[in-house]
């Protein structure tokens, strides 16, 4: 298929979601990863009043969802795109300014304090990380000692043949194993790294940050 055709043009929107058709991709994101949502999130040992930090928020489920799993706690969510920002906001309008907050901001800086979060999360996101080691090292500072990372790709494998193809079609896309995935995390001050493997093919890591 050729580089310039619609649906490629389509598909760069996972990337950096943008204008009517960046809309109608985090609607869709929204709904079609649901399953992989709950399925990471159930790896976390959730405590009601924890800060969590989701990193490229995208449309702002996985933000709702940190909201029930803590109820008295709070929801930050970081995207580079101006456009999931607002549509993040906009899916979680009845908490933002009270228990959720979005901002736009980069994996490599986020935009965060130090040491604030007892967790932070990043679903389908680190496929476009331009710099890995500097994106783990800004996660482990905004963490707190032993606080959790827990990192979900629906694309698990850079050798399977059925991702392959889109990282030829969605510019700047990589697929890390979870081999590379677990050396970033240990370089970064990151230990106890336990990696989930669905059935389907996607990874799930769930590491903590070093004491």
């Not at 995208?58 to 995207?79: N, Q, S, T, Y």
């Not at 677990?182 to 230990?191: D, K, Y």
Request: hydrophobic share 40%; with cysteine; net charge neutral.
């Amino acid at each position: 298929m050729a580089r310039d055709s619609f649906f490629n043009r389509l598909l760069q929107h996972t990337r950096f979601p943008d204008g009517f058709w960046g809309r109608f991709m985090l609607r869709g994101m929204n709904r079609g990863h649901a399953p992989l949502h709950r399925w990471g999130l159930s790896f976390l040992p959730w405590r009601p009043d924890w800060h969590v930090l989701d990193v490229g928020c995208g449309g702002g489920a996985v933000l709702k969802r940190i909201l029930e799993h803590c109820p008295e706690g709070m929801a930050f969510g970081v995207d580079l795109s101006p456009e999931s920002v607002a549509f993040a906001r906009r899916c979680n309008r009845r908490e933002l300014g009270l228990r959720c907050f979005v901002e736009e901001g980069s994996a490599e800086h986020l935009p965060c304090g130090s040491a604030c979060f007892d967790a932070v999360t990043a679903f389908e996101t680190v496929y476009f990380w331009k710099d890995l080691p500097q994106a783990f090292a800004e996660v482990a500072r905004v963490l707190r000692p032993g606080g959790y990372f827990l990192v979900v790709c629906e694309a698990g494998d850079p050798d399977d043949p059925r991702w392959k193809k889109w990282t030829r079609r969605i510019d700047e896309m990589t697929i890390h194993s979870d081999e590379t995935l677990m050396r970033h995390l240990s370089e970064a001050g990151f230990g106890d790294t336990v990696v989930h493997r669905h059935p389907q093919g996607p990874v799930c890591l769930v590491a903590r940050r070093n004491r």
